[in-house]
């Protein structure tokens, strides 16, 4: 088997294995916080951190602890260990330096905590077989990819704010029709690189 360069796996991750417009994860927060460019880039700051970094904490943990001690199994609940105590910290830390943020961001800081984007982040690193580097390649390229869809979309929603939109697909309607149809135009970059 060919091992895949770090590289590739960051920008695969970024473009034709987007977490949101291939895989479909982290929708909730992206549907929710998705009405304003500034909180949108700063919600996908937030979770590019959080994704470097609990992918780096899970990796560690996976190789050199739970798979030592054959507690393979424990993954998930590991995981999500990690991932809520590592949020919990950064949200701390947002509210103590930057309490505008804090705000702006409101409940969707903490839910980050269930962004399935973030686990599955840390699954796919698991069942991919993913080194190191690999993994960290993997972690921020999936965190700019979420930031780029994200922030992509504010930008529509504001542009067809003044619209004449069918009442029927105001909101949630239009923003799902939008997803579908960023997720095709992402299509177009599937042949470049496939790293599954």
């Known amino acids: 088997m060919i091992e895949i360069s770090p590289i590739v796996i960051f920008f695969a ?11 479909f994860l982290g929708m909730c927060s992206f549907i929710a916080i998705s009405s304003e460019i500034k909180t949108s880039l700063s919600l996908g700051q937030a979770v590019t951190f959080v994704l470097t970094f609990t992918t780096l904490l899970n990796y560690l ?85 979420w930031t780029l869809a994200i922030v992509t979309m504010a930008g529509i929603r504001q542009k067809i704010k003044s619209a004449p939109i069918p009442k029927g697909l105001e909101g949630a309607g239009i923003t799902l029709i939008i997803t579908g149809l960023m997720a095709l135009a992402f299509i177009g970059f599937s042949g470049i690189v496939v790293i599954q």
């Open 61 to 145: 943990v996976y190789h050199y602890v739970l798979i030592p001690l054959g507690l393979e199994y424990l993954r998930y609940i590991v995981f999500i260990i990690i991932i809520a105590a590592f949020v919990q910290l950064i949200e701390m830390i947002i509210d103590r330096y930057f309490p505008a943020l804090y705000y702006a961001l409101g409940i969707f800081l903490p839910l980050i905590t269930v962004n399935c984007a973030v686990l599955g982040v840390s699954l796919f690193m698991v069942i991919r077989n993913y080194s190191l580097m690999q993994s960290l390649a993997f972690g921020v390229g999936s965190g700019i990819g």
């Open 13 to 23: 991750a970024i473009f034709t294995n987007n977490m949101i417009l291939s895989n």
